[in-house]
């Protein structure tokens, strides 16, 4: 039997977001993002303004001794050179956190053979689109590019597999994130459409989700990265005319955030728990 509980926000089963934004802001962690040439600029302006120290060093020679002494590491294969390619290799052998996100895998066959090839090497975080988290997981073949055409949802089952097989905790993003380990599943709900209209809104959040590793759990720095992004997209847009002012807003956002307001954040988490009827444990 399948017994499912659930807690409000205010009684989460996890240290709280706010805890986990606290200890990021006080101890400034290195992340250090192997990720694609498209979102480096915002990435990096991302993190600095969560609080968080970037380091864009994604050279094969160096990836390696860098990620020796970086708080948490991010690996996307947006645009998965040979170079890039190798700097990943090398970065997720240092026993560092780090967090795969696998953009585009399932209809590109370099980046899905990398994909596949790098979770033998444990990522604390697996981060993507529903259709990205099916395709890695073997249940589809991706979307369309970098776009998703499956829900969160219908990426569930295939996310408790993917963190079953590899220990990971496995982040979906859509209009309700998932955040998914081998027990436990939590919705953190919010956020703004206009992420979707940036370059690098998602590739963001995996870097931030890199950075809440270096301070906690994988399971709890998903969920803070998750809860930061749903309510500083929402106040961005709320101030905003378009993607252009959003993208900046988003950044003063992340910046005057207080810890105190994740708590507004709508958090549900599921466990399930199996229950043999009349066997003493």
Known sequence: MVVRTSSSPSTPAWPAPTESL?????????????????????????????????????????????????????????????????????????????????????????????????????????????????????????????????SPDDALEAARALARETGATVAVSGEVDLIVDAERTVRVAGGSVLLTRVTGGGCALGAAMAAFSAMTAPFDAAIAASAVWAIASERAASVSRGPGSFAVAFLDELTALEPSDLRSVGIETERADTVETGVRR
């Open 22 to 150: 606290e200890a990021l802001r006080r101890a400034a962690p290195l992340t250090q993002c192997i990720t694609n040439a498209v979102v480096t600029n915002f990435t990096a302006n991302a993190l600095l303004a969560l609080g968080a120290a970037p380091a864009m060093c994604d050279i094969p020679g160096e990836a390696g001794l860098f990620a020796g002494v970086a708080g948490g590491v991010l690996v996307n294969l947006g645009t998965p050179t040979a170079e890039q390619r190798d700097a990943a290799r090398e970065a997720v052998g240092t026993g560092t956190p780090w967090v795969l996100d696998p953009v585009a895998v399932g209809a590109l066959p370099v980046r899905t053979a990398l994909a596949r090839e790098l979770l033998a090497a444990r990522p604390a975080i697996i981060r993507g689109n529903a259709s990205e988290i099916l395709a890695l997981a073997g249940s589809g073949a991706g979307g369309r590019g970098v776009d998703a055409t499956d």
